[in-house]
């Protein structure tokens, strides 16, 4: 087999935080266009102030950024450990 290389944890949990964070806020920008309005409200129901509204978009950046991170910090670490 190849060389194994463990994943920075870092970095790994860094690079998922900004991704999911932005998935998040062009949800809810293009939730104000109208379609995407229905899993906005499931999402909400998980994420407290998350909404298509502007006030939304930052709350869906944080909350992103958050869940992201953990997301990262988790997968990144079980990656490095089933190595």
């Avoid at 293009?30 to 909404?51: D, M, T």
């Amino acid at each position: 087999m190849g060389i194994k290389k463990k994943l920075s944890i870092t970095a790994f949990s860094l690079a998922l935080a900004l991704t999911v964070s932005a998935l998040f806020g062009l949800l809810a920008l293009v939730a104000l266009l109208g379609p995407g309005q229905e899993i906005i409200k499931v999402l909400s129901s998980l994420f407290v102030g998350y909404e298509a509204s502007a006030a939304g978009f930052f709350v869906g950046i944080v909350w992103g950024f958050f869940v992201g991170g953990i997301m990262g910090l988790m997968s990144s670490w079980l990656y490095n450990k089933m190595l």
